[in-house]
């Protein structure tokens, strides 16, 4: 009676098992480039499923071929050719090397053409608009985004009109970071002293996840922000807001950056409440040129 009354919980308590594990994994599907907000990503899903139909060809086959080969040429078989003399087959041969062969030099070309063609510095393809420039900076650990064409600055918010690509010029102020929006595809490193680009677009209004993906410290894991691609009035309202109420970018503001901790150490530094976007009035254009050893300020 115990045994029953132990056993029968067994399949409920797998089936959430197995429900927890199926959401967790279409979760993690809906952040990723799998499911691509962008031409980006699109063309690198596109890629990917293109390298695995190739490998397929290789690998299916051996996966196929192995049980074949372990019962045809199991020891104790009792029927069989003796065939001592045996020492080549031309269409093994061409088999087990030809057809790899092929493969590396299709991959090869293909790896070599798609390499060129997502370059990150090279503008979105087909792009209509041209791009809303943004520049980043990597800070420990919280990401700065400077608009220079609109004069504003924020913080854990990228936000762009979703009509126009965006052309990111990134830098670090502190050890070497790596930036990612998934779905949007794509994903670049950010260096102290150095300046790296990153073209990205979005197929419509939307917010997607980005987040650094180099370990740097204990706040790695809070260092995340939100891409919002809004319709362009919205984009525009919400300039005019960051430059209606916005914080001053002051030395305050500068060491409150410089300072290590997240997003929320960020709003306490400056007296405002938790979950509220940091946004700057001015941006401090002058800043990046700097920390990516462009320009020399004096200072």
């Not at 959401?23 to 990917?48: E, I, M, R």
């Not at 919400?238 to 914080?247: E, F, M, P, S």
């Not at 150490?265 to 940091?278: E, I, K, N, Y």
Request: charged fraction near 20%; hydrophobic fraction near 50%.
């Amino acid at each position: 009676m115990r045994a029953a009354a132990l056993r029968w919980p067994l399949p409920f308590e797998t089936s959430m098992a197995c429900a927890a594990c199926l959401a967790s994994a279409q979760a993690a599907q809906a952040d990723s480039f799998l499911d691509a907000a962008g031409p980006v990503a699109a063309a690198q899903v596109s890629h990917l499923r293109l390298i695995l139909i190739l490998m397929a060809i290789v690998v299916v086959p051996v996966f196929a071929a192995t049980p074949w080969l372990v019962r045809r040429y199991r020891y104790g078989r009792a029927r069989g050719d003796y065939r001592p003399e045996w020492k080549f087959s031309l269409l093994f041969e061409v088999l087990a090397w030809g057809v790899p062969f092929l493969v590396v030099i299709v991959l090869g070309t293909i790896l070599w053409e798609r390499t060129h063609q997502l370059d990150p510095y090279l503008p979105v393809a087909e792009a209509k608009a041209p791009p809303v420039v943004i520049d980043v900076i990597g800070y420990d650990w919280k990401w700065l985004f400077i608009y220079p064409e609109q004069g504003v600055a924020s913080v854990g918010e990228m936000a762009f009109p979703a009509d126009r690509p965006v052309k990111l010029n990134l830098t670090s102020d502190t050890v070497m970071q790596s930036l990612l929006i998934p779905r949007l595809g794509s994903q670049i490193y950010a260096m102290k002293g150095m300046r790296t680009q990153l073209n990205l677009a979005a197929d419509g209004p939307g917010r997607f996840e980005g987040r650094n993906t180099q370990y740097n410290g204990k706040g790695f894991s809070a260092q995340s922000f939100t891409a919002v691609a809004m319709r362009p009035g919205d984009f525009e309202s919400w300039v005019a807001q960051a430059r209606a109420q916005g914080l001053p970018f002051d030395e305050k503001a500068r060491a409150a950056l410089e300072h290590k901790g997240t997003k929320l150490d960020l709003r306490h530094a400056l007296g405002m409440p938790d979950g509220t976007v940091v946004h700057f009035a001015a941006a401090p254009t002058a800043l990046f040129d700097k920390i990516a050893g462009m320009k020399e300020t004096g200072e």
